[in-house]
């Protein structure tokens, strides 16, 4: 299993850009990198997904670099409403256990005014 | 369109007592999932169904524990003889195929005295 590793917490101000990086080192060569955003009472909702290098949104930006052991979610000039749980995901594309397909306590981002 | 929907919001229940948790999962989705969420924590996975196949029964915590996809549409999450650390919210979520994004439903907020 691709365990993943965030900072507990972070805290940031609005208007900022927030980095929240991601260590999975175990990841396979067919995993994608997942992140989910997670509001109080809310299920978690999509963000963003990628393989290797740099995607982009309309809502963030995920970095991977070549060793793909770690990824780093870029949020730019956050405000309030981005305060949330943040979630780094890995996903088997090919054919595997859901068992694999673990959240963790994710990154509790606090943005403060 | 719609999306993923659970029933009931809310569920007070006794000590012992057996509870039914619903998922409309979003129509067309295959792919089905359970999670259970306590306070403060990240997502356990429960149980996956995929189609027609064996659903995933590997992160189920205990025989109590159940769940049924009937006509690979609507789920039910079966808890038998409650027991106060069952208390959590339960989380639902749907998606094409075990690779691809989830979709998650507002989830059933259990209490268990």
């Known amino acids: 299993l691709a365990k993943t590793t965030q900072p507990i917490s972070m805290d940031s101000y609005e208007g900022q850009e927030v980095n929240i990086t991601c260590s999975h080192n175990?990841?396979?060569?067919?995993?994608?990198i997942t992140w989910y955003q997670q509001f109080p009472s809310q299920g978690p909702r999509f963000i963003i997904q990628?393989?290797?290098t740099k995607v982009t949104n309309e809502v963030a930006s995920l970095f991977i670099p070549a060793d793909r052991k770690s990824s780093t979610l870029s949020l730019p000039r956050v405000s309030l409403s981005d305060t949330a749980v943040y979630y780094c995901?890995?996903?088997?594309?090919?054919?595997?256990?859901?068992?694999?397909?673990?959240f963790g306590s994710g990154t509790q981002l606090t943005v403060l005014p | 369109g719609a999306g993923v929907s659970q029933s009931p919001s809310n569920k007070v229940t006794e000590k012992g007592k057996d509870v039914e948790l619903r998922c409309d999962p979003i129509?067309?989705?295959?792919?089905l999932y359970w999670y259970r969420q306590s306070l403060g924590q990240g997502l356990e996975f429960l149980i996956y169904?995929?189609?027609?196949?064996?659903?995933?029964k590997s992160g189920l915590p205990s025989d109590r524990f159940s769940a049924e996809r009937t006509g690979g549409s609507v789920s039910t999450l079966t808890i038998q003889r409650t027991q106060q650390e069952d208390s959590a919210v339960y989380l639902c979520?749907?998606?094409?195929?075990?690779?691809?994004?989830?979709?998650f439903g507002p989830g059933t907020r259990l209490l268990v005295l």
């Open positions: 995901l890995v996903v088997p594309i090919s054919s595997g256990s859901a068992r694999q397909l673990t």
């Open positions: 990628g393989y290797k």
């Open positions: 169904f995929q189609g027609n196949s064996a659903p995933d």
């Open positions: 175990n990841i396979a060569t067919n995993d994608y």
């Open positions: 129509s067309g989705h295959t792919a």
């Open positions: 979520a749907s998606s094409g195929h075990l690779q691809e994004t989830q979709y």
